[in-house]
């Protein structure tokens, strides 16, 4: 028989609220950021052509693009370890009070753009 | 212990390993993505950046492998689509790895 059941986890049928947005936000940013460490392992590989054809990929990793997706990857890095965090303390036990979950979600949100801001400085050896 | 338990002790045990290791990978990214050359080259040269660089991968795509089958779970109904998909996923994030190390360990200035 055909299962008619609709797919997990329901997004069109649930109202949208912080721990829905949060829940499908891990699994899209997680998805992305394995395409993006993909790229990551080619741009690694890609030094092994030398020097000179490296001077392309320099150009573009310097122009405003580059430095624009090296941003993004940092944010949603900076959003997938907050997230992952707050899922081990669900793990342990910590943290199912719906007031509880609705900040550690909005912790999660923010925290990824603050996150995002001091490891660019420290990368960027400004602090 | 059922399969779904030792799926999720490795999730988890992944997840805990790939918090550290993303923190160090991304502050080293933002740090060398606009060097030259040979500054990148010598940064993947040194012994610990080769180790925790590999480590990542393996864990990252095995930790992906992990959660994107999950997913697969969830979306996809038909046994023998899932099936494919699931295969093709795990062949892709071994290969992806291995020849990341390769790479790693031929790089040298």
């Known amino acids: 028989m055909e299962n008619k059941n609709p797919l997990s986890p329901h997004i069109q049928?649930?109202?949208?609220?912080?721990?829905?947005?949060?829940?499908?936000?891990?699994?899209?940013?997680?998805?992305?950021?394995?395409?993006a460490l993909t790229f990551v392992c080619l741009w690694i590989a890609l030094l092994l052509l030398g020097e000179t054809n490296y001077e392309y990929i320099k150009s573009?990793?310097?122009s405003f693009?580059?430095?624009f997706l090296i941003l993004c990857l940092t944010w949603s890095f900076s959003f997938q370890i907050l997230s992952e965090i707050r899922?081990?303390?669900?793990?342990?036990?910590?943290?199912?009070?719906?007031?509880?979950?609705?900040?550690?979600?909005?912790i999660v949100i923010f925290g990824s753009f603050v996150l995002t801001i001091l490891i660019y400085l420290i990368g960027k050896q400004i602090i | 212990m059922i399969n779904a338990t030792k799926k999720w002790i490795f999730l988890k045990v992944s997840s805990i390993i790939l918090i550290p290791l993303m923190v160090w990978f991304?502050?080293?990214?933002?740090s060398i993505y606009?060097?030259?050359?040979?500054d990148i080259v010598s940064f993947f040269s040194t012994q610990?950046?080769?180790f925790l660089t590999s480590l990542l991968m393996i864990v990252a795509?095995?930790?992906s492998s992990l959660s994107i089958s999950e997913i697969f779970e969830d979306y996809i109904h038909d046994k023998k689509i899932k099936n494919i998909a699931n295969k093709t996923l795990y062949t892709f994030f071994i290969i992806v790895p291995l020849i990341i190390i390769m790479v790693l360990f031929n790089l040298n200035i």
């Not at chain 1, 649930?14 to 395409?35: D, E, F």
């Not at chain 1, 793990?91 to 900040?103: A, C």
């Open chain 1, 13 to 35: 049928i649930y109202s949208w609220n912080i721990s829905l947005l949060i829940s499908i936000s891990h699994r899209i940013i997680g998805v992305i950021n394995i395409v």
């Open chain 1, 60 to 62: 573009f990793l310097q």
């Open chain 1, 65 to 67: 693009l580059g430095k």
């Open chain 1, 87 to 106: 899922h081990l303390f669900w793990d342990f036990g910590y943290g199912f009070e719906l007031i509880t979950s609705k900040i550690t979600g909005l």
């Open chain 2, 26 to 30: 991304i502050i080293n990214l933002v």
């Open chain 2, 34 to 38: 606009e060097k030259d050359y040979v």
């Open chain 2, 48 to 50: 610990p950046s080769k």
């Open chain 2, 61 to 63: 795509f095995f930790y």
